[in-house]
């Protein structure tokens, strides 16, 4: 997912909308290079992470429930879905009207299942369930619909349970998307100067139940049917492949995709506009073809033509790295939508409008959302914790294409952009990339995801590196199925040969960044055929650190050498064949690290302790070097904020400080079970996680 993506120099907004009715809230998360050093070229700088939501007045967002992540006793094999979408506005405008109807194919996980859960949000009215013809009793309460089945559902033939329902699908959860009716160019259905309709779904991460009844989690995949009825001046893409496109009522068309490999229900996708569509033929070296297709609106036909020039090449360099396309059989699509980003639906990518530019601005984007169809989509994570397998791995997919169209110094470039140019404090007090929060929108999974890999590479070596790559993508084990972060390190392990549990743990369950020192660095001996380095690392967590170091030959050569640094302090020798003159380390500032001591920080958090924090509460301390106003805020997982403190102004720390002491007793609007504790001053913020019993 790309929330927002942007290849711009100099701004990180999207290009300007003419205004129109109800204000937009946008919110900017990007830094970028400075103009002068972006037009060093040949490189073109990494989509900023912009998180934009475009929230009428009128309708403020609901509250919403993370649906259960238990398996609830059912395995969902199936999901056949018969859609009626209707633009026409009524009480709510911008609402699409929804009348749906799903056959559910599912199996017991074990005996005595007499209940089924599903997740449906209270906008949308259950008309009725039914199980062989027999109708069931249910009952619909807040985002829960809990069906009473006559008998013990079967552990071993599948059966079937209809649900039928109707209603205005709304804006959902903290990213307020679900299925979505925009206008062209940002436009309303009040606005008659632009009249193309889009209705389109975006249900990441747990938004696909803000338009049908499904087991709204990703580790519950299933094969779906989906077919939708829309006025027949509209076209519908789906996931998979178009079977029948045939007349419905009077003025109206109904489309039937049906998907041959499991989805979870976040990338189940329905699209529906006045598109104009085309195909290429796309084959790539090594890997079967891949048919490409297009779907945007007529006036924006030429630009996109231009912006996805280079997808066919994306998909060359990928399934070079990767292994085949893995919805074989399948297209590979891109599909104009009305939103401020892109959404990486199965075989069916959406792109945001504003992307289409001609210029090819957003063409990280383009490489992005590709590689999800094997990260993410093909390798879906089993929990919501692992979602940096997805956009960690999509994000160093961009620096590959980079490395593979460009050149190492591109793919550098975007590396440091998106490392220490974007992120000051090298992520330290964003917490962890095991357990990040808020799941999305979090810069953390992408940026410190692609940093991680690139790390990897340098600890195991380019060899091992891309063998890991294709096993983790290819391996048949794994391929359409739900995989974790423990999965993905047996793979890593078994591509290098060794145990890699000292660097994932200091890199994934720790926030802390290295600082780094150098003690020597010769090139001696006669004649000086020996070069030395003598690195220290003087942070408290002990790292991994891939350290990139180029020796300097007397002939003139130029020999790139790593030293991993994982001890306190390490000496490094090599004996290149020659005379050495010289050594530089981090020759490229490839490094994402601190040399000899880190920048002043503006906020230090220690703590919590106790962590469990039960009914004593639990202590952080709080080191500041510029005396300010701190606040406090408490989220629960649902991103939710329940409390808020102010703690006035903290004074700045002087010599020999033991920081300012802040004793947190959870109230009774803070649950058992793990929380955050954001503390802010000025603009600097720090993010620990707490454990809260009761």
């Known amino acids: 997912m790309t929330p927002a993506g942007n290849a711009g120099v100099s701004a990180c907004s999207a290009p300007p909308r003419r205004a129109r009715g109800p204000v937009a809230l946008a919110i900017a998360l990007c830094l970028f290079l400075p103009e002068g050093a972006a037009r060093a070229a040949p490189f073109v700088p990494a989509p900023c992470k912009r998180f934009e939501a475009l929230v009428q007045e009128s309708a403020p967002k609901a509250e919403y429930t993370r649906p259960r992540a238990d398996d609830r006793g059912v395995d969902i094999l199936s999901y056949d879905l018969d859609l009626v979408l209707d633009p026409t506005p009524g009480p709510t405008a911008g609402v699409v009207a929804l009348t749906g109807r799903v056959d559910i194919g599912l199996r017991a996980l074990r005996g005595g299942v007499t209940t089924l859960a599903l997740d449906l949000v209270p906008q949308l009215t259950c008309d009725a369930v039914s199980r062989a013809g027999q109708p069931l009793l249910f009952v619909q309460t807040l985002e829960t619909l809990v069906v009473t089945l006559p008998g013990a559902l079967s552990t071993a033939a599948p059966e079937t349970v209809t649900v039928t329902w109707h209603g205005r699908p709304p804006r959902h959860g903290t990213l307020y998307v679900g299925m979505m009716y925009r206008r062209d160019d940002g436009g309303t259905p009040a606005d008659p100067t632009d009249d193309t309709p889009f209705m389109f779904t975006v249900s990441e991460p747990w938004s696909a139940h803000a338009w049908w009844p499904c087991k709204d989690h990703p580790a519950d995949k299933a094969l779906v049917s989906l077919a939708a009825t829309v006025p027949a001046d509209l076209s519908v893409v789906g996931n998979g492949t178009l079977e029948s496109v045939t007349d419905a009522a009077p003025g109206w068309r109904r489309f039937q995709w049906r998907e041959r490999y499991p989805l979870p229900t976040y990338l189940v996708s329905v699209a529906a506009s006045r598109y104009v569509s085309w195909r290429e033929d796309c084959r790539p070296a090594a890997a079967p073809p891949v048919p490409l297709d297009y779907h945007v609106i007529a006036r924006d036909r030429a630009a996109a033509e231009y912006d996805f020039g280079n997808s066919c090449a994306m998909m060359d360099v990928l399934t070079g790295l990767l292994g085949p396309y893995p ?155 739900s995989v974790g972060v423990e999965d993905m390190m047996r793979v890593a392990e078994s591509a290098a040969g060794r145990d890699l549990g000292a660097f994932f743990n200091g890199w994934l369950r720790t926030d802390a960044a290295p600082v780094l020192s150098l003690l020597t660095r010769t090139g001696h001996g006669a004649p000086r055929t020996t070069a030395t380095a003598v690195l220290r690392q003087r942070q408290e967590t002990l790292l991994t650190v891939p350290v990139p170091l180029l020796l300097h030959l007397a002939d003139g050569r130029k020999l790139p050498v790593t030293a991993v640094l994982s001890g306190r302090q390490q000496a490094f020798r090599w004996t290149p064949g020659g005379a050495v003159d010289s050594v530089t380390v981090d020759p490229e500032r490839a490094l994402l690290a601190y040399w000899t001591a880190p920048p002043t920080r503006a906020l230090v958090v220690t703590g919590p302790a106790p962590n469990p924090a039960s009914g004593g509460g639990t202590l952080f301390k709080l080191f500041l070097n510029v005396a300010s106003e701190v606040t406090v805020k408490v989220y629960d997982v649902r991103g939710r904020m329940l409390e808020s403190a102010a703690l006035g102004v903290v004074a700045a720390d002087g010599p020999g400080d033991t920081g300012f002491a802040w004793h947190w007793e959870p109230g009774r609007s803070v649950p058992a079970g793990v929380c955050w504790v954001a503390f802010r001053a000025g603009d600097a913020r720090v993010v620990r996680q707490v454990v809260v019993v009761r």
Do not use: C
Not at 421 to 429: P, S, T, V
């Open 327 to 481: 919805f074989a059989g399948e297209k590979y699509a891109q599909v104009e939508v009305v939103w401020g980003g892109a959404m990486e639906n199965t075989t069916a990518t959406a792109i945001g409008q504003y992307m289409f530019t001609g210029t090819r601005r957003y063409e990280q984007v383009v490489i992005h959302e590709m590689a999800h169809q094997w990260f993410g989509d093909s390798l879906t994570p089993v929990r919501w914790a692992d979602i940096w397998l997805n956009e960690g791995f999509a994000t160093y997919a961009e620096a590959l294409w980079l490395e593979a169209s460009q050149g190492p110094a591109a793919r550098e470039a975007f590396l440091r952009q998106i490392g220490p140019l974007r992120h000051e404090d090298l992520f330290e007090g964003d917490g962890t990339l095991a357990d990040p929060a808020p799941i999305l929108p979090n810069t953390l999974v992408y940026d410190k995801g692609a940093w991680v890999l690139h790390m990897l590479r340098g600890v195991i070596g380019d060899e091992a590196f891309f063998r890991f790559l294709r096993d983790w993508a290819t391996d048949p084990r794994r391929v359409q199925g």
